[in-house]
Every structure is written in C-alpha cells, then in structure tokens.
C-alpha cells in the first residue's frame, strides 16, 4: 500500500533555530497537507498545497512558517525561528483529485528545548 | 464553541461488548464526515466515512445526522486491538480542503 514518508522521526532543536521537516508524498495524489498535534491536544490544520502554491492556510500558520515543493516528490515545512510552543508531532498528508480519503504520514516528534 | 465536539472518555469496556461514540460539529455547511482512528503517538487512519443513509462495514456502524448536526461510530462484539482513540473529523468542501478534527475519544477493551 502506498505511503507518505516522512523524516525524521523526531528532532530535537534549540529555540531560535530553523527546522524543516521533510515529507514524501504519494506519488499520483495533488494535495498536500501540514497538520500538527501538540501532546495531549487535537490534530489542527496548518496549510494545504495544491498547484505549487498554498491554497489555504489557518491561523497557527504565521510568517514563521513556510512550505516548498522543491522538486516533485519532496514536499516541506520550515520553522523559521522555533519556539518552545512549536513543540509537537507534525503530520504530513496527501490524496488525489478523486478519493477524498487522506493518507497520513506517521509524524515529525518535534521537541524545542 | 467548539467546531467538532466529542466526549473525551476514556472508555473501558469489556471484550465482546458494543460501545458507542457521539460527535457534534457545529458548521451546518460541512459537507463530508469521517470516523479516524489514532493509536498511541501515531497518525490518524481512516475507519471510515459517514454517509447519509448510515453506513457499516463489518463491526463498525457509522450513521449522520445532518438536522441535528450529529455522527455516532458503533462498535459492535468489541476486540481488544480496538484500543485507540477515534476521532470524528469533518470537511467543509466547495474548495474548503481542510479537516478539522475532534479531540477524539480514548476507548480501552479490557480482556
């Protein structure tokens, strides 16, 4: 079965610093996505991709936060200057034009200390 | 107030029972229902979607309650590896993408 991949597992980084979180989606699907789920908290969306620009973007999802498409299979969130509240799982997600199923990815643990 | 809304639980209930999760969400524009579920530090997997007309595969019975604004996920003959936290999660479309998620609701099957 197909999967989104995403790396790495879990990062440690400092406060201040940048981060990216990679992400490999399916290769035929067209939409991308970013959720996040702080510890003990609901999955909250971030930002969905689609055409190589973002299509929609919520409120967490501020000028710290960036996604590129640098190429066609990587898909990827940077953290400018990461706070202690950045600390979470990341979920990378994609699907196709028809199925409105998702696949999720299994999760960036990122911890800012 | 809250956009989709779950009893947190937890839930414990005995192996073989039948267990039942309620879930309101609050835009009446919402267009398509999902019941995920999430293991421990895991990704959401999708258990199914919601239909209308109430759907079922195997187990799990999913039923929508659009004039009530209301989704029920029904478990029945409970296994133990059905342990997780289940999420009911829907999608405003007409170029509305996003899922919003339920804080879901923590269900342990006790041996």
């Known amino acids: 079965e197909p999967e989104v991949t995403q790396t790495p597992s879990h990062q440690v980084t400092q406060m201040g610093q940048e981060v990216i979180l990679r992400c490999v989606p399916i290769s035929n699907h067209l939409y991308f996505y970013w959720y996040r789920q702080i510890l003990g908290q609901k999955v909250e969306f971030l930002v969905s991709?689609?055409?190589?620009?973002?299509?929609?973007k919520s409120e967490i999802f501020d000028d710290q936060f960036s996604v590129e498409r640098p190429d066609g299979s990587n898909f990827t969130l940077k953290i400018r200057s990461t706070k202690l509240e950045d600390s979470a799982m990341y979920f990378c997600a994609s699907r196709d034009r028809i199925n409105y199923g998702y696949t999720f990815g299994s999760g960036t643990r990122l911890t800012v200390v | 107030r809250k956009e989709v809304e779950q009893d947190p639980g937890p839930f414990n209930v005995p192996e073989g029972a039948t267990v039942a999760f309620n879930c309101t969400y609050s835009?009446?524009?919402?267009?398509?229902f999902f019941w995920y579920r999430q293991d421990c530090r895991k990704e959401p997997k999708l258990l199914m979607s919601v239909y209308s007309s109430g759907n079922e595969d195997g187990r799990f019975t999913a039923q929508l309650n659009r004039a009530s604004q209301y989704i029920s996920l029904l478990i029945r003959d409970s296994k133990l590896s059905d342990s997780a936290t289940y999420l009911c999660v829907v999608r405003e479309d007409f170029g509305n993408e996003k899922l919003t998620f339920g804080t879901g609701t923590r269900l342990t099957i006790i041996p």
């Open positions: 991709f689609y055409n190589n620009e973002i299509s929609e």
């Open positions: 835009n009446s524009a919402s267009q398509s």
